[in-house]
Every structure is written in C-alpha cells, then in structure tokens.
C-alpha cells in the first residue's frame, strides 16, 4: 500500500538531492520514515533560568540583552573570535562565538534574547557561554527536539523538515491501534503522538507521546514474536519411537549430570507426544548442553529422522561438527557440515543428500536455513547460543520441515520477565549444574605493568602441558573491523618474535577466511599451539578443554556477559583454571565490572549484574538478541507496558492468528516494518 508517506524526502519544502542524501545517512528516506525519527532528547528552552541562579556547566537557557557592541579577534590559528556581553538586569554573561560573523548582524543591541549552552566561569571567574543556541525570546520558550545528526544535518535543520512534514502529512498517519485499546490506556491518537514527540509543550506532553508510541512499538514486537514463534504446539509427524538416551550415555566418556539427565528426559517427553517440542536449554557456559543435544540427536537418527544443528559462527560450526563426530565415531551416523566456505560443488552434494535422506546431522551455520535446503524428514532443529540468532531465524529453521522438534541452546542467562519476551512461548530447561570435578576459574585484574610477570605464568603453564589464550586489545565495540585485525596481527607478531619466540603461537581473527580459521582452531584443539593470540571470535561455545589460561587484554573493553563468555573459555577440563584480565583502566564502571568478574563465576549474577550497568538497550542490541532495536521502549523500565502489550497481542492473535483481517492490516505491516531488517 503506497501513501503520501512513502514520497522521498527529497521532495519536502527546502529538501533538495544534498540534503536529502543527508538524511539518508540517517537512515531517514521517506516522509514516513522522517515522522518516525524522533528525538533523542530535548534542549528545555521552556525553563529559562536568571543568569546569577543557572547551575554551570549543564545546558540552561537563559534570557539576556547584549549590553556592548561586538569585539573581533583573529587567533594565531586564524580562528574569528566575536565576544560580547549581555545582562539579565542583575548579572552578566560572557558570550563568545567562533567563526560566525553572522552572529554580529543577528542579535541587535538592547533587544532581549534566550540563549541556550553550557555556562562555565572564565579565566576571570566572570560567568560565560560559549558559542551558545539563540532565539528571539518570542521564538522561545518551549522544547527543542535534539536528534541523532549527521555532518552537514543538524538537529535545527532536522526539526524544520519535520515541521514541513508534519504540516503536510501529518494528517495521513492512520490509526494503527484498535479503538477499545486506544480507551482503555487512555492512549494519544496516532497522529497527535508524532507531532507531539517532535515539539511537545512541556514534560507531561512528551510522556504522553511516549507512551503511546512505546506502546504501539511493544505490541509490534510482541505480535512480531508470537506470529513468528507460532501459537500453540502443533502436531508433529515425528514422534520419536524409541529413547535411545541411556545407551547413548554409556558411550561418553563421562557421566551426565543429574541436570543434563533431567534436561534430556524433558526433551524427549515433549519429542515423544506427537506435538512438536518447542524447547529453550539454558545452561552456563560448561555445563555440557552439547552433549544434551548429542543423546537427542542420536535417537531421533534411531527412529530414522534427520536433525539440524546450526551455530552462529563458521568456528562454532566447525567445532561442533568433529565434537559430534567424535560423539558418535562408532555408530555410523552420518554428519556432513555445511558452511559458507564449502566448495559449491560439495555444497550441492551436501544439499543433494540431506535432501534424499542420506544425511542424519547437518551442521552448519545461517547457511542450513538459507532457501534452498532440502530434508527428507528433519526431525529436530537445533539452535546453538541462541542469544545471536533472532525469532525471525528461528522460525525459518521451523519452516525447513514439516514441524520438527525446535530445541535452542542459550548460554546467556536472562531474567525470568526478558526470556518471556525474547523466547516467546518455549519451554525452558535449565542445566543448573556443573560437571563433576569442575574448579572455579580464579580470575584475577591486572594493570599492564604487569605483563613480564604474566608472562612468566604463561610460559610455566605452558611448559606443564597446558595451553592459553590471548584476547587481544580490542579497538572498537564492532566486531572484525579492520583496525582489530591489525591489532590482533601486530600482538601477534610482537609475542612470536620476542618474549614467546621459543612457544608455538598462532593467531585467529574474524577476517582470516574460514578454511584458516578452521585450521587455526584444528591446531589449537589438537595441542599443536601453545597460545592463541585471537579476537572475540573466539568468545562463543569454542570448547578446548586443555586451555586453562585466558588473558584479556584491554578487559575494560568489554561488556560482562561478553568476558563471562570469554572467561568460559577455560575451565573446561579438571585442572585449575586462570583468567586475567589486564587493565589500566580507571573509570569506575569498568573497575566494578572487573571486580564483578574477579567475585564470581556464576553467570547468572553476571548477567543480572551486565542487565543493571549497562540496561538492556545493549544487552538486547540488535546483535545480541536477533530482536529488533526499539526506537523508545526500554525492556527494563517499561515492564508494566510491555506486560499490558504482551496481553493484548495474544487477544488479537487469538482471534487473527494470522493478522488478516481488514482491521489487522495496519498493524501487520507494522510487524513486518519492525522485523524487516533482522530477517
Ligand atoms: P556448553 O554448555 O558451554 O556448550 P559444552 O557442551 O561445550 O558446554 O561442554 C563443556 C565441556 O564439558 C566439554 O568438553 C564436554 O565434553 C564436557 N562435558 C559435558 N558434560 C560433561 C559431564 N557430565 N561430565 C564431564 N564433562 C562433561
Ligand atoms: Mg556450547
């Protein structure tokens, strides 16, 4: 459906190509998407302080007269200075402005101004502004949205062209929300909400707005999550006919632990009902969900079905295809792995025989659920750290077959109200058990003078069989940029050459391609290296039980969740285990961070921990959590909406399961609008 809303930007009031090229930036290319651009703060020019009373350095508004004539200055780097001063009858304020002869002509002697900015006493102790916003004071006196710019695009501008927007289109933004939810949360029209979040009045009027807007936003994302995870459990053609799951456990080397024993019996009660299981295996990093998902496996591939395993990374996917076929050397099952890095040939081969049967495990990574794979009879479909894969992923791997079994695999402990929302409606199983003989790893903080020292342990742990990771600096949040790979190559070159010349070194990082990658971690799990100098590649699910030092350079870096992950690392085998983390980091955030790691081993309390220092904005990022990133909401403080949301969207579901009816359709372009970019 097309509407005013979908003209390019490029064609609003005082918008030309440049301007909108811009926007673009922004990610802003319809009328639509520019309404749907909100601010992400306000300046308060509604609040206009006496110069004498403003607080300093923090943004006020305060109304002034110049009271002397311009003065003019070239600094040495030819930089204009234009200062001035104004008073508010009973004090005075500098004002100083850069490079803007503009600003000579447009504010008159005598006449009275508001000016917004940071007040800071000068060299003099005379308080003063710097370059500071100005309005005529009848311009004033309400809040200015401030948005996310870009260069050449600031948020004066931005507010301009939503202003023609809103004044043009305004009036084509539809109601979306049902007319009895609307009264019942006593919500803001559509229409009035957008203007509203734009240029409210005052505070009360951009609460109201946000409401709304927030939750018009989670009911989106809940009718996105429970369209895309289904309603109820469904009849499946795979109920398994035999549990093979005891005879399994006598073949692996170690005995289960009561909780993977009882998580194995819940999955096989749901895979024997004749409904298909839809089942989420929480466990922390170590507590052996592989080996779960192994006794599932081999008795579907008992009762003559296929199974899918996918992992979120080529290393992962490749480490879990020799894991299973180590797992099941002596059976004759058959595993074929199925990356991005398979010769095409092979991948049709692969594809050729998953789709005739002659496959029982497929293993690979997003390359088992993109379009054209084919299975005879998938029975069970697992997801491996599922905290990177999103609903809208989970719900392709269900679409493969013909309703199989969904068993995902999350190492990321969350609170109770978060997975209601992230997993929808699975089930849970909790490995809530270590492995017998497990130590807690002893973490410890370090500053970088410490490196000789460390070292040395690494050397003396190496020297006793055992092997190390070195995480190294990382330069940006994201990952696999260009800088961390020279980084990480530099370390690598700088230990090998000098204090590790006589150890065997190797290097992995996320722009080595896959094949390198593969050997890299080949050698590393065989013992053939002594010490890994890696990147985050290396944080999730890579299982080498003779490492037991993990270094983490730069530690400061890194979220909570993301160094428990990294720590996970080691600690995988009997012997005593080390992690340190070196920083010189001062900030007190990341102090408490560290400290946290260096008081528990427990992923749990980390995770609570990471969800109150960092607020789920980031911890449910786009990457993270395959949920879309929300515009407003916020999952942690707008819990009381998102339960009111979550309660309606089942309401429209039961009775539109599929949100087709006439009065639907608004809110299921809605959905797929919201889920659009995560797909
Ligand atoms: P995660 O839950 O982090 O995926 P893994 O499945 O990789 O953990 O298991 C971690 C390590 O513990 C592996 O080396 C695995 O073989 C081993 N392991 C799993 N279960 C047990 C057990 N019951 N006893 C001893 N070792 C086990
Ligand atoms: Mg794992």
Redesign the pocket.
């Known amino acids: 459906m097309t509407s005013e809303l979908d003209k390019n930007v490029q064609y609003l009031k005082g918008i030309g190509e440049k301007k909108a090229a811009l926007f673009a930036k922004l990610k802003v290319f319809t009328v639509g998407d520019l309404l749907a651009f909100y601010p992400r703060d306000y300046e308060r020019w509604d609040r206009v302080y006496p110069i004498g009373e403003a607080p300093l350095d923090t943004d006020v508004c305060v109304a002034a007269s110049l009271i002397s004539p311009f003065t003019v200055r070239k600094t040495r780097a030819g930089l204009l200075v234009f200062s001035t001063v104004a008073a508010d009858g009973d004090h005075f304020l500098a004002l100083t402005f850069f490079n803007n002869k503009y600003v000579k002509d447009a504010l008159k002697d005598g006449e009275e101004y508001l000016f917004y900015g940071k007040i800071r006493l000068n060299a003099d102790g005379n308080r003063e502004m710097v370059a500071p916003a100005y309005a005529r004071v009848s311009e004033g006196g309400y809040l200015h949205p401030v948005y996310p710019q870009t260069e050449g695009l600031n948020s004066k501008a931005i507010a301009k062209a939503v202003r023609t927007a809103i004044d043009l289109y305004g009036g084509c933004l539809k109601e979306t929300l049902p007319d009895e939810q609307i009264r019942k949360y006593r919500l803001l029209p559509s229409a009035q909400a957008v203007e509203q979040i734009h240029f409210p009045k005052n505070e009360e009027e951009i609460h109201a707005a946000r409401r709304r807007l927030i939750y018009e936003e989670l009911l989106t994302l809940q009718l996105g999550i429970l369209t895309a995870g289904g309603g109820e459990r469904v009849s499946t053609r795979f109920a398994l006919t035999r549990d093979r799951s005891a005879a399994f456990a006598e073949t692996l080397p170690?005995?289960?632990?009561n909780a993977?024993q009882r998580a194995i019996r819940e999955c096989m009660a749901d895979m024997q009902s004749g409904k298909a299981m839809r089942r989420l295996l929480q466990?922390d990093?170590?507590?052996?969900?592989?080996?779960v998902a192994a006794a599932l496996i081999d008795s579907c591939a008992a009762s003559g079905f296929q199974s899918a395993l996918m992992a979120p990374t080529e290393v992962l996917a490749q480490q879990h295809y020799r894991t299973f076929r180590e797992f099941f050397k002596d059976t004759g099952l058959r595993i074929e792995l199925l990356t991005g890095s398979v010769t095409p040939k092979n991948k049709r081969l692969i594809k050729e025989r998953a789709a005739q049967g002659d496959v029982d495990l497929l293993i690979g990574t997003h390359a088992v659920i993109t379009g054209d794979v084919q299975f005879q009879n998938l029975a069970l479909a697992v997801t491996d750290e599922q905290h990177r894969f999103g609903v809208t992923q989970r719900a392709k791997l269900r679409e493969k077959g013909d309703s199989p079994h969904v068993l995902v695999m999350s190492?990321t402990p969350i609170p109770r109200t978060l997975s209601l929302i992230i997993y929808g409606d699975l089930d849970i199983s909790v490995l809530d058990e270590k492995?017998?003989g497990r130590r807690d790893i002893r973490t410890y903080t370090v500053p970088t003078v410490y490196h000789e020292r460390l070292y040395a342990f690494i050397r003396k742990e190496v020297a006793e069989g055992r092997q190390c990771y070195i995480v190294c600096p990382a330069v940006e949040e994201s990952k696999d940029t260009e800088s961390e790979r020279t980084a990480a190559e530099d370390y690598a070159k700088l230990l090998s050459g000098t204090v590790f010349r006589d150890l065997r070194t190797d290097i992995l990082h996320g722009k080595m391609r896959p094949k390198q990658k593969e050997e890299a971690m080949r050698r590393f799990q065989k013992g053939e290296t002594d010490v890994l100098i890696c990147t985050v590649v290396i944080e999730v699910?890579v299982?080498v039980?003779n490492a037991t030092v993990m270094v983490i350079e730069n530690a400061e870096f890194f979220g909570l969740s993301q160094l428990h992950q990294l720590r996970?690392r080691v600690g995988?085998g009997a012997a005593q285990s080390y992690c340190v983390l070196v920083s010189d980091a001062t900030n007190e955030k990341a102090a408490q961070r560290l400290s946290v790691m260096c008081e528990t081993n427990d992923g749990f309390k980390i995770a609570e921990e990471d969800l109150n220092q960092r607020g789920p904005g980031d911890f449910f990022g786009n990457r993270q959590s395959g949920l879309p990133l929300l515009k407003l909401a916020d999952l942690m403080t707008d819990g009381k909406i998102l339960y009111a949301a979550r309660d309606e969207a089942q309401r429209i579901l039961a009775d539109d399961p599929a949100l087709a009816l006439p009065k639907n359709v608004l809110l299921k372009e809605k959905v797929s609008a919201l889920f659009a970019d995560i797909s």
Do not use: E, I
């Open positions: 170690f005995r289960l632990t993977q466990g990093v170590g507590s052996g969900k592989t080996a190492a492995p017998a699910g299982d039980p996970g995988r």
